[in-house]
């Protein structure tokens, strides 16, 4: 579900009203007058919230609590599905006309133009501002804390004690810890690279979620944080984050990792504690990469299980003894052809 602290839901409506602006029929036998509350991910989804399911099978059907999921025309449940589902052409277009329905204002949000700090914020005693910081409705900055020119800090916004935020930096749909170390021009918080394809051009999917930062994190200098499209993107205690990384939408990265610059991390992404990302280390959505697992300058990680404790190169990315096997196999092998060549 959306934080309230940061989007306004215009709900509930009736199933009626959503199927009316998703362009599709009421189910049969379904209760046109029944009540939608929310929307909500496939797993913390209740008996009055609306969800979505984009694969053409239904393994997480059966154990999905939501009252209602859009599904693909052609899915056939293979179990009793709780939900009650409605078939619509495209599930992603369908969840962003009814996203759109519960949350027409789902941006940056608008701000006052008399009103640099707004009547509502709470700043903790020894907050530092510099010249040009903003800061929007009902956001709190923890005691110590020193925000830098130029900085907006959005709707909602909560920062721990004693964080750094440096020069020009955005804040928005986010949590940040204590310790925290945000460098000049990051951004936090901005929506996810989320839209649905069409013969009629690429629709936006609203992104409703947050990003969580725990204590004690580095996000470096231009580096971007997504936040989620329904879920959290969270960083996790103690990690360092270089310059120039972008993070995608949904992405959980451990405690204490390591991510060099220039790397590029997908949406959905799982990194467990200690791991280590070499500069330019891409990361495919939906991949999991095992604790302690370090991947070289370059790398290319494919969506698919990295275990921990392993050193990988290469893209694809394999185990480091694979690549450099590999490597030196071809060199011997450009050095034959040469040989022969001549």
Same mark, same amino acid.
């Given at each position: ?7 306004? %839901? ?38 009055? *919230?609306l969800?979505?399911? &984009? ?5 997480? =059907? ?6 209602? #999921?859009?599904?693909?025309? %052609? @899915? ?7 939900? *009650?589902?409605?078939?619509? /052409? ?10 759109? =329905? ?5 941006? =940056?949000?608008?701000w ?28 709190e ?7 830098g020119?130029?900085?907006v800090?959005?709707?909602?916004v909560?920062? $721990?004690?004693? #964080?750094?935020? $440096?020069?020009?930096t ?5 949590? @940040?810890? /204590? ?11 901005q ?11 690429? #629709?936006?999917?609203?992104? @409703?979620?947050?990003v969580?930062v ?8 231009? &580096?971007?944080? /997504?936040r989620?499209?329904l879920?959290? &993107? ?5 990690t ?5 990384v972008?993070?995608g ?13 220039? &790397? $590029? ?5 799982e ?14 959505? *939906? ?5 302690r ?6 790398a290319?990680?494919a969506? $698919?299980?990295y275990?921990? /404790? ?23 092998l ?7 060549s001549?």
């Amino acid at each position: 579900m959306a934080d309230p602290r940061f989007y306004d %839901n215009r709900g509930p409506f009736t199933l009626a009203q959503v199927c009316a602006r998703v362009n599709v029929d009421v189910p049969d036998g379904a209760d046109a007058a029944e009540t939608i509350v929310d929307l909500a991910g496939m797993e913390g989804a209740g008996s009055k *919230h609306l969800t979505f399911c &984009t694969g053409e099978s239904d393994p997480v =059907l059966a154990d999905c609590c939501a009252g209602w #999921c859009f599904v693909a025309r %052609n @899915l056939q449940p293979t179990s009793a599905a709780r939900p *009650h589902l409605i078939r619509c /052409d495209s599930v992603q277009h369908a969840f962003a006309a009814a996203a759109v =329905l519960f949350y027409p204002e789902h941006g =940056l949000g608008s701000w006052d133009q008399d009103k640099c700090i707004h009547s509502s914020a709470r700043l903790d005693e020894n907050v530092r501002l510099a010249p040009g910081v903003v800061i929007g409705p009902n956001a709190e900055i923890g005691a110590g804390s020193r925000i830098g020119p130029n900085a907006v800090i959005g709707r909602g916004v909560m920062i $721990g004690r004693d #964080c750094e935020v $440096g020069a020009h930096t955005g804040i928005g749909f986010a949590y @940040l810890g /204590d310790h925290v170390e945000v460098l000049p021009g990051a951004q936090i918080g901005q929506p996810g690279f989320g839209f649905s394809g069409s013969a009629a051009g690429h #629709c936006r999917v609203p992104q @409703l979620g947050r990003v969580i930062v725990q204590d004690r994190v580095e996000i470096g200098a231009c &580096t971007t944080v /997504d936040r989620g499209a329904l879920g959290d &993107t969270i960083i996790g205690e103690g990690t360092k984050i270089d310059n120039l990384v972008q993070i995608g939408h949904n992405s959980r990265i451990g405690r204490h990792c390591i991510v060099v610059a220039q &790397t $590029g991390i997908s949406g959905s992404c799982e990194l467990g504690d200690f791991v280590v990302l070499g500069g330019q280390a891409g990361i495919a959505d *939906h991949a999991r990469i095992g604790a302690r697992a370090r991947f070289a300058a370059r790398a290319a990680a494919a969506p $698919g299980e990295y275990r921990g /404790d392993e050193d990988y190169g290469g893209a694809p990315a394999r185990p480091m003894k694979q690549w450099r096997r590999e490597l030196a196999a071809v060199a011997i092998l450009a050095k034959r052809r040469g040989r022969i060549s001549k």
